[in-house]
T-cell receptor, first 116, second 113 residues
Framework: QQQVKQSPQSLIVQKGGISIINCAYE??????FPWYQQFPGKGPALLIA?????SEKKEGRFTISFNKSAKQFSLHIMDSQPGDSATYFC???????????????FGKGTKLSVKP | NAGVTQTPKFQVLKTGQSMTLQCAQD?????MSWYRQDPGMGLRLIHY???????DQGEVPNGYNVSRSTTEDFPLRLLSAAPSQTSVYFC????????????FGPGTRLTVT
C-alpha cells in the first residue's frame, strides 16, 4: 500500500515557467511534509517542508501548498531554471513518535527537466 | 564537518557474498537511518536508530542487519547478497528529537550479480 502518491512521473517545463508537482497521502497521522531535491549521483537534499497547521509556505521560488482536508500537498517552482532540473521527492512522516520523525515515507519521485 | 559519509561509493558482489556498507556522521546526530533507492520506487526505509545501542526495522528490513555501537557510525550489513538487493543505498541522520531536517549521505551503488 503506497502511502504517498506523487505525480507526474516526469515533467518538462520551459525556462521561466511554473513547475507543479503533486502528492497525496493517506495516513492522517502524518504531520511533516518535506520535499527533497536530488541531482544525479547525489543524495537527496531537503528543499522545503511544511507542517499541517499552515496552508502555504514559500521560500524563494519554491512554494508548498497544503490541503489538509483533501490530504494533498504540492510543490510549485516559479520562474523555473535549467539548474532546477533534478528529481523531486515528496515525503511524509509522523513526528515525535518514539523518535520516528526521521522515518520518511517517500513518493516515487518526479524527474523535472527545464528547457532553456 | 564532513557531514554524512558513506563508503564505498560503488560495489559489485556475487550472489551469496556478504559485505558491510559504512556510514558515519560527525555532527553528533542521535538519529541515523538507511534507505534504498530503486528506479521508480522512491526511497524506502530499511533500518533506523534513535541512539547508540538502539535500532529498529523500517519498511524493507529483510536481508539486512544493523548495529549502532557509537553515535557516529551506523553500518549496514548484507548477510547473503541477492540480486534483489541491487540498489543505491543512502544513509541519513537527524540532529535530535523535534528536529526535522534530515541529512543524506552521497550513497553507495551496489550491484549483485
Amino acid at each position: 500500500q503506497q502511502q504517498v502518491k506523487q505525480s507526474p512521473q516526469s515533467l518538462i517545463v520551459q525556462k521561466g515557467g511554473i513547475s507543479i508537482i503533486n502528492c497525496a497521502y493517506e495516513n492522517t497521522a502524518f504531520d511533516y511534509f518535506p520535499w527533497y531535491q536530488q541531482f544525479p549521483g547525489k543524495g537527496p537534499a531537503l528543499l522545503i517542508a511544511i507542517r499541517p497547521d499552515v496552508s502555504e509556505k514559500k521560500e524563494g521560488r519554491f512554494t508548498i501548498s497544503f490541503n489538509k482536508s483533501a490530504k494533498q500537498f504540492s510543490l510549485h517552482i516559479m520562474d523555473s531554471q535549467p539548474g532546477d532540473s533534478a528529481t523531486y521527492f515528496c515525503a511524509a512522516s509522523i513526528g515525535n513518535y518514539g523518535g520516528s520523525q526521521g522515518n520518511l515515507i517517500f513518493g516515487k519521485g518526479t524527474k523535472l527537466s527545464v528547457k532553456p | 564537518n564532513a557531514g554524512v559519509t558513506q563508503t564505498p561509493k560503488f560495489q559489485v558482489l556475487k550472489t551469496g557474498q556478504s559485505m558491510t556498507l559504512q556510514c558515519a556522521q560527525d555532527m553528533n546526530h542521535e538519529y541515523m537511518s538507511w534507505y534504498r533507492q530503486d528506479p521508480g520506487m522512491g526511497l524506502r526505509l530499511i533500518h533506523y536508530s534513535v541512539g547508540a545501542g538502539i535500532t529498529d526495522q523500517g519498511e524493507v528490513p529483510n536481508g539486512y542487519n544493523v548495529s549502532r555501537s557509537t553515535t557516529e557510525d551506523f553500518p549496514l550489513r548484507l548477510l547473503s547478497a541477492a540480486p534483489s538487493q541491487t540498489s543505491v543505498y543512502f544513509c541519513a541522520s537527524l540532529p535530535q528529537w523535534g528536529a526535522y531536517e534530515q541529512y543524506f549521505g552521497p550513497g553507495t551503488r551496489l550491484t549483485v550479480t
